[in-house]
């Protein structure tokens, strides 16, 4: 199947940091790519949209001066948290969708765990 | 609406048995919905899907059941096994293809040895 790699897997940044969270298709190109927020024992929370070469789309309260998702090629997508703070901690999940002859099908990334200290 | 504050649901089975995970969803215009699976520190992995023109489908080892009618999904998992032991998520995605996922509020699922 499709790989869509994430990275860091985890990382600890100090509070008023950026940090970057790169997601890559290893082996397909992604038009789109997606990511989600979750935190501990609660489900996926979509936060934007990422389209190749054009501006993200952000969920309802997310904020995008804070989120900053660059879409450059159609196997990288990145996630930069700007001013990082303790709430931000959470596990960052991408997506990325490959079209198929059936169906467009969502392959995820392992996941980015920010701990913001 | 959004789940902040609450705890997955648990479901604890005993080895070998068949366990049936449920979901509700909230959008009748879903037309098409997908059953994934997450272990700790992962992120989610693909089980299985169903469209809404159908009411079942079966893979090895599991069945999904949609009622449109009470917006209702299902996810058995049959003869189960320690590695089965995960969060189980419904997602629901409106206008098939247009990628956009909804995820359910999830389920954690234990098998005793």
């Known amino acids: 199947g499709a790989v869509v790699s994430q990275h860091p897997s985890w990382v600890i940044c100090k509070s008023g940091t950026s940090v970057k969270i790169e997601c890559r298709s290893l082996?397909?190109?992604?038009?789109?790519m997606f990511w989600y927020r979750q935190f501990p024992k609660q489900s996926l929370m979509l936060m934007a949209t990422?389209?190749?070469?054009?501006?993200?789309?952000?969920e309802q309260g997310v904020e995008k001066d804070k989120f900053l998702i660059n879409h450059a090629s159609l196997t990288l997508s990145t996630l930069t948290v700007t001013s990082a703070h303790p709430e931000d901690s959470s596990f960052y999940i991408c997506?990325?969708?490959?079209?198929?002859?059936?169906?467009?099908?969502?392959?995820f990334g392992q996941g980015t765990r920010l701990t913001v200290v | 609406g959004e789940s902040v504050g609450l705890h997955l649901p648990t479901l604890s089975v005993q080895e070998g048995d068949n366990s049936i995970i449920n979901c509700a969803y909230s959008n009748s215009a879903s037309d098409y919905f997908i059953w994934y699976k997450q272990e700790s520190g992962k992120g989610p992995q693909f089980i299985i899907d169903i469209r809404s023109n159908m009411d079942k489908r079966q893979g090895q080892r599991v069945t999904v059941l949609l009622n449109k009618t009470v917006k209702h999904l299902s996810l058995q998992i049959a003869a189960t096994q320690p590695g089965d032991s995960a969060v189980y998520f419904c997602?629901?995605?409106?206008?098939?293809?247009?990628?956009?996922?909804?995820f359910g509020t999830g389920t954690r699922l234990t098998i005793i040895p």
């Open positions: 990422s389209n190749e070469g054009s501006k993200a789309t952000y």
């Open positions: 997506s990325a969708s490959l079209v198929g002859r059936r169906r467009t099908e969502a392959f």
């Open positions: 997602a629901e995605n409106r206008n098939f293809g247009n990628e956009k996922l909804t």
């Open positions: 082996d397909f190109q992604a038009t789109t």
